[in-house]
């Protein structure tokens, strides 16, 4: 081994032992408090954090659902914010806002346009009797009044477009085919100009109010009937019933037993008005059932023609 080796360990052995090594305990010391120091800043920094999410989230809730948050400034004293106004209500998607009118505008309605005056009146316009009710002898267009006489008054005689008439028989449905008709109608389709047709009838109401009494009606010379209004409803927009009574007559001519009565039912739709006008067969008086039923095809018919 050369000197300067030699020289070199006893130089490292001198200086080693003059150092002398701490005892066990407080080489323990010193690690608590290394380990306190340790545990004590890691707190510090998760408290650090934790108040940063939360200041963060409060800032993000009060600007809003649509505002961003104003970045912090590190220079200067902060200003006092200003008090935050809450944010309006958004309206739900799935209702619509209402729509703006103006007050004294009138509602939108769907309302068809009314139809056209018609100018003629089709065959299809009359209704059909009822198989049970057919006599086989047809209807037949004769001139002459569409309503009994009233003390001289005419109502429907104004504002007529256009007019049709006809007479047909009828029977009873418990009547054998061939047998003497139980019935026949005077039977009338009147078109008038708009807004006449509700006039025609509150006239005839006003008519048949007028004229209690008319001598003379239904050919029975020297016979006085007698008129009344009758409740009714149920047909078409609105309809007027009235019947007339008067004395019965035998075959000779003579009174007999018993009255004779006639109805008479006027019915309107839209700008038309139909006329059932009852006038019996040989002395026999108005079924009202039948008149009903017959007013009733009536209504549905002038309809079907008007659609």
Excluded at 83 to 106: E, N
Aim: charged share 25%; hydrophobic share 35%.
């Amino acid at each position: 081994m050369s000197r300067d080796l030699n020289r070199l360990y006893r130089a490292l052995a001198a200086d080693t032992d003059e150092r002398v090594l701490p005892a066990p305990d407080r080489v323990r010391r010193r690690a608590d408090r290394r380990a306190r120091r340790r545990a004590a800043l890691g707190a510090l920094t998760v408290a650090v954090l934790v108040a940063g999410t939360a200041a963060g989230t409060r800032l993000v809730l009060a600007a809003g659902p649509d505002t961003d948050p104003q970045p912090a400034t590190t220079t200067g004293s902060p200003s006092p914010s200003p008090t935050a106004t809450p944010p309006a209500p958004l309206p739900s998607p799935t209702t619509p806002p209402p729509a703006a009118r103006t007050p004294d505008a009138p509602p939108t309605t769907s309302a068809r346009p009314p139809a056209a005056t018609p100018r003629s009146i089709p065959d299809r316009a009359f209704f059909t009797l009822a198989p049970a009710n057919d006599t086989g002898i047809g209807e037949a267009s004769v001139p002459g009044p569409v309503l009994p006489a009233l003390c001289g008054a005419t109502p429907g005689e104004s504002g007529m477009v256009t007019r049709r008439a006809r007479s047909l028989a009828f029977k009873l449905a418990d009547t054998p085919q061939g047998y003497v008709p139980d019935g026949s109608y005077r039977n009338s389709i009147t078109v008038y100009r708009p807004g006449r047709a509700d006039d025609v009838l509150a006239d005839l109401r006003q008519a048949v109010r007028d004229c209690p009494t008319q001598p003379g009606l239904d050919g029975g010379e020297g016979l006085t009937s007698t008129q009344r209004l009758l409740p009714d409803t149920g047909y078409g927009d609105e309809s007027v019933l009235f019947e007339s009574r008067r004395p019965a007559m035998d075959h000779e001519g003579g009174p007999a037993v018993g009255e004779v009565v006639r109805l008479v039912r006027a019915i309107r739709i839209g700008n038309v008005v139909t006329v059932l006008w009852e006038q019996g067969w040989e002395g026999t008086s108005s079924p009202r059932s039948q008149v009903d039923k017959d007013s009733r095809r009536a209504v549905q018919a002038i309809r079907d023609w008007l659609r």
